[in-house]
C-alpha cells in the first residue's frame, strides 16, 4: 500500500503551525476542559511519533484533581526558587517576575513518561539515551497536535521527577520527561515569550549549521 503524498499547501500549513507553536503560562490559560475528542487527537498524535526500535517507551498520566496539581505546584515551587540562585542582579529579578507554569491555571495536566524496555532494544544499543528521545517526539507530536486545535500547552520542567512520581503513584522504573499543561487560551503570541521579553535572542539559521565538519575553534 503506497503512503499518502501531500500538496505544497499541506507543506505551507505544517510550517505554519511549527512557526506558531508557543509554550503557554498560566495567565493565558481559560478553565474550559478540553474536550473529549480534542484530547484523543493530541493523545493519538503522541502515539504516533517515531521511537526508537518501534518501542513506544512513553507513558501518559491525565491530571485534573485540584489538589494533585497543587501538590504538583508545591514542587514547582520549591525548585523555582533554588533555579532562581542561578541568576544574579538583574537577571534574577528579571527571572523572578517570568510566570513560568500553568499548573493551576490550565484545566489538564499530562505528565509523560519514559518506561524503560527491560531488555535490549533495536537502534538502542549504542545510544541508550535515545529512549528517552522517542517521548520527547511524542511530546512534540502533541504540542504540534495541540497548536492546531487552538489549545495552548505548556512544559514545564522546573519540578522534582522523584516528587511527581511519588504524587502520582508512579512505578520506581519509570523516568519523568515532560509535565504538560493544556487548555483553551485567549490569545497566542506572534513570538514565544522569552523572545519577546529579551530574555534570549534567536539564533539564525547561518550560526547553527555547518558543512561537511564542525569548524575549528578559534
Given at each position: ?9 499541506d507543506a505551507e500549513l505544517l510550517e505554519a503551525i511549527l512557526q506558531n507553536r508557543r ?62 540562585e542561578h541568576f544574579s542582579g538583574e537577571r534574577q529579578s528579571n527571572y523572578q517576575e ?58 514545564v520542567s522546573i519540578l522534582n521527577p522523584d516528587a511527581v512520581r511519588e504524587i502520582l ?50
Amino acid at each position: 500500500m503506497k503512503g499518502r503524498h501531500f500538496t505544497p499547501q499541506d507543506a505551507e500549513l505544517l510550517e505554519a503551525i511549527l512557526q506558531n507553536r508557543r509554550d503557554i503560562r498560566g495567565n493565558r490559560f481559560h478553565s474550559k476542559p478540553i474536550s473529549d475528542p480534542d484530547l484523543e487527537r493530541i493523545l493519538l498524535a503522541g502515539i504516533h511519533a517515531p521511537s526508537v526500535g518501534f518501542s513506544q517507551p512513553w507513558e501518559f498520566v491525565l491530571v485534573t484533581d485540584r489538589q494533585t496539581r497543587q501538590k504538583v505546584k508545591n514542587s514547582f515551587d520549591s525548585e523555582n526558587s533554588k533555579a532562581s540562585e542561578h541568576f544574579s542582579g538583574e537577571r534574577q529579578s528579571n527571572y523572578q517576575e517570568l510566570k513560568l507554569e500553568g499548573i493551576l491555571e490550565s484545566p489538564l495536566n499530562i505528565a509523560v513518561f519514559y518506561r524503560p524496555s527491560g531488555g535490549a532494544v533495536l537502534g538502542q544499543t549504542a545510544m541508550e539515551e535515545v529512549g528517552r528521545y522517542s517521548v520527547v517526539c511524542a511530546i512534540q507530536n502533541m504540542w504540534l497536535m495541540s497548536r492546531s486545535l487552538n489549545i495552548g500547552m505548556g512544559w514545564v520542567s522546573i519540578l522534582n521527577p522523584d516528587a511527581v512520581r511519588e504524587i502520582l503513584s508512579v512505578p520506581q522504573d519509570r523516568e519523568l520527561v515532560g509535565y504538560l499543561c493544556l487548555g483553551y487560551v485567549d490569545e497566542f503570541y506572534s513570538q514565544p515569550e522569552l523572545e519577546r521579553l529579551q530574555w534570549e535572542k534567536r539564533k539564525s539559521l547561518q550560526s547553527v549549521v555547518y558543512s561537511e565538519q564542525f569548524p575549528s575553534s578559534p
